[in-house]
């Protein structure tokens, strides 16, 4: 584990920092809030890799258990972010989610149905729903638990 850490983990973090920060720069996101919102969307993918190596389940439990953590911790962290700079949560969450973007397995759904392969097609097509779902269920669990927070803070 401690070796992961050292290697993969902290080589996984810059890279997510650089693909969320590059996307924040893309979307034309306020200077102040590019390396904060960068920081947000590497602390999801280091939580969503994480528990890839460290869950004992199957790869789509993997999958869905991973996304939905990390989205929480996006979700979170993006509301914080945005009180800290007094900004919309939004400039945080959008760049933030791009690590978790389920790309590779929509390029795969297409390419199984063009070469003819309607089962693999179908299996990468329900992981693709699945990731979309339990980050949608991430981001509203996390807006409930910030919305508590800030009750319970303002009270």
Known sequence: MLHWLLT??????????????GFGVLLNIPRRA????????????????????????????KLAIG???????????????ARYKHMPMIIFNIPSLVPLVPGGQSYRVVRN???GNPDAATHYFVQVVIIAGVI?????????????AWRLTNT
């Open 113 to 115: 149905l063009v070469t």
């Open 8 to 21: 993969t983990g902290l080589l996984q973090l810059i890279l997510a920092y650089l693909a969320t920060a």
């Open 67 to 81: 996304n939905l953590v990390a989205a929480i911790v996006i979700g979170i962290a993006s509301g914080l972010a």
């Open 136 to 148: 949608a269920i991430g981001f509203l669990v996390a807006e409930l638990v910030n919305r508590i």
């Open 34 to 61: 590019v390396n904060l919102s960068g920081w947000v969307g590497a602390a999801g993918w280091f939580t969503y890799e994480l528990l890839a190596v460290l869950l004992p389940v199957t790869e789509d439990a």
